[in-house]
């Protein structure tokens, strides 16, 4: 099946209904968009040969959606790249990718146009595009290509993740199990990268045949998010939990009319537990957490609104501080360095299993082989499964701290370090030691007009975890450096201050 074949389907069954809105404002009906889609299709059919990639490098805008759906109806296979990204990262891509053709925006035109043939949205070749009969739906398999996902990228060359249409397909059917159901009247808006997980999580949206807003900024902007949960209603959108914190921590938004909201969905690394409390206190418990990545798209684990929700539920901090249960259509386990499953409560390596995993990455089968060998999706994180099921993430096994021969995770401390009341932010890392091979440093980031003190960080990590887990050193930072994502780069505080 064709994915594209959902934009085909409300253009026929509901056309008049809203599928794009840009801000408050209707960009495209149903009807509208499948037309503009068979015809932007047809013209890149005639652009492209079968299975092409095309590389799309476009801030968010309408036209992000538009480009993905007709790639597909196409028989293309989408490239979506981060706009944040370096005119050098994206000529690696594109280059990687082997993109036939570029689709961009004004404001990334001249970092791309010297890597192959560019297509600027507002251009007259742009226009041209939209003109012409338009064709049907190329049909596609299960198994053919759909989209690159390319991996961040924080250590050596991103990779890219091989999605097909089945993969998206399970993510998508994932989503309206585990997450929420979706109907007409419901809203997706995305204040994060269309390139990435709030694109992903644009297709459930598309598939019920309901509404995609692009804020009229293309990024993330608190008070214009607060305006749009009026505007429209019914509104979920997918944010990072360092959005999360910004959110509730902004006056504006705090306190707005929170009643249009349904749902925040949170990834992308971890929330810890006070910012949680912190952000359903204000928001009541309108959340759903995910965790996945590329190479299972937004889909191994999730943690649902309604756990969020019961409190009366035994051990209920210890679930809310987990990623939760296995997805519907996932099979997860813990796995020692020689991929044997450990027992409950055992650390180990998360793997994961199911039709959402990739097939592989592009053009990198000695990569494909480790990451995939004997069928599961090895993820790199270290976690533990407890007596009912619920994931525990410890941290990225690289990310972890071993002092005096002690595993220390860093989200442990972190969580502690977040109880006082003038912390907005903390990362914790390992610094080579010559006597423990490493001591544990904490980088924190006070709240505005708010001082701390070492002594008393220190006296919280002391009254509440182990003494050889306590941070040896603590740094103060105006920010914490974060990649495009909103995700705390552990890699660069490692280079500046371990």
């Known amino acids: 099946m064709n994915l594209a074949g959902w934009v085909e389907k409300w253009g026929r069954a509901a056309g008049e209904r809203t599928a794009i809105a840009v801000g408050t404002t209707a960009y495209a009906t149903y009807r509208q968009w499948a037309a503009r889609s068979r015809v932007l299709a047809g013209n ?24 993905l759906f007709a790639i597909w109806h196409a028989g293309l296979v989408a490239v979506p790249m981060n706009a944040k990204l370096h005119a050098d990262e994206l000529g690696y891509i594109i280059g990687h990718a082997q993109a036939s053709l570029i689709l961009a925006s004004p404001d990334l035109a001249d970092d791309v146009a010297r890597h192959g043939r560019t297509v ?14 338009g064709i049907a739906i190329v049909p596609r398999g299960h198994d053919d290509l759909a989209w690159l996902f390319y991996t961040s990228g924080t250590t050596g060359r991103p990779k890219g993740a091989m999605l097909t249409h089945r993969n998206l397909m399970a993510m998508t059917l994932a989503y309206l199990s585990d997450i929420e159901p ?34 009229e900024s293309g990024g993330f902007d608190p008070d214009e998010i ?31 009319d929170h ?121 790199g994180d270290v976690g533990t499964l407890d007596g009912e099921g619920f994931l525990t993430l410890k941290d990225r096994s690289k990310d972890l701290i071993i002092s005096g021969g002690s595993n220390i995770y ?12 003038d912390v907005l932010e903390v990362s914790v890392i390992g610094r080579a030691h010559p006597d423990w091979g490493e001591e544990v440093v904490a980088c924190v980031v006070a ?26 050193d603590y740094v103060f930072l105006e920010t ?12 660069e505080l490692r280079k500046r201050h371990g």
């Open 120 to 133: 600027v949205t507002g251009s007259a070749e742009w226009h041209r595009l939209g003109q012409g009969d």
């Open 410 to 421: 860093p989200r442990e401390v972190e969580e502690v370090l977040l109880r006082h009341p």
């Open 182 to 215: 979706v109907g007409a009247a419901d809203a997706k808006i995305h204040p994060a990268p269309l390139s990435h997980g709030s694109g992903l999580y644009a297709l459930p949206f598309v598939a019920m045949g309901a509404r995609n807003v692009v804020p």
């Open 480 to 491: 914490l450096p974060k990649n495009n994502y909103g995700k705390v780069l552990k890699t």
């Open 259 to 379: 009643r249009g909201l349904r749902t925040i969905v949170y990834g992308g690394g971890p929330m810890h537990g006070e910012n949680l409390l912190q952000a359903m206190a204000l928001l009541g418990p309108k959340f759903a957490q995910i965790y996945g990545q590329g190479e299972a798209p937004m889909t191994i684990t999730s943690l649902s609104k309604a756990l969020h929700a019961d409190r009366s539920r035994a051990r209920w901090r210890e679930v809310m501080g987990s990623v939760g249960l296995p997805r519907s259509n996932v099979e997860v386990r813990i796995a020692d360095a020689e991929d044997a499953e450990l027992p409950t409560g055992e650390i180990g390596e998360v793997l994961a299993r199911g039709d959402v995993v990739m097939p592989g990455y592009w053009r990198d089968e000695a990569a494909s082989a480790q990451t995939l060998r004997g069928g599961w999706l090895h993820t």
């Open 447 to 472: 709240r505005p007009d708010r001082t701390l003190a070492a002594a008393d960080l220190d006296n919280l990590c002391l009254d509440a975890i182990a003494r050889f887990k306590r941070p040896r």
């Open 226 to 256: 607060a305006a749009l949960l009026s505007a429209h209603g019914n509104v979920s959108f997918f944010a990072a939990p360092t959005m999360v914190s910004r959110l509730v921590n902004h006056a504006g938004f705090a306190g707005a």
């Open 44 to 67: 890149l059919r005639a652009l492209c040969r079968p299975d092409d990639r095309v590389a799309i490098a476009m801030t968010n805008r309408p036209e992000f959606l538009e480009a």
